[in-house]
């Protein structure tokens, strides 16, 4: 798994998306596909927005065009 692979989904995608659902599509652990995510933020390539939820909060990714 890489970054690479998490890139090419959201390109793909053009909307919004959560962990879970690249996390289904790469069938592998939200885990990795969170740090990948992380990770490519800190490199200014994705964007992330916050969604509260009654839990804690989460996160929506989108490739920053």
């Known amino acids: 798994m890489s970054q690479d692979e998490v890139l090419k989904i959201l390109k793909r995608n053009k ?14 652990s939200r885990a990795n596909v969170n740090k990948s995510l992380r990770l490519l933020f800190k490199e200014g390539v994705v964007m992330r927005k916050e969604v509260l939820t009654r839990r804690s909060r989460s ?3 989108k490739y920053k065009d």
């Open 15 to 28: 909307g919004w998306m959560i962990t879970g659902e690249i996390a289904d599509m790469m069938d592998i």
């Open 59 to 61: 996160y929506l990714w």
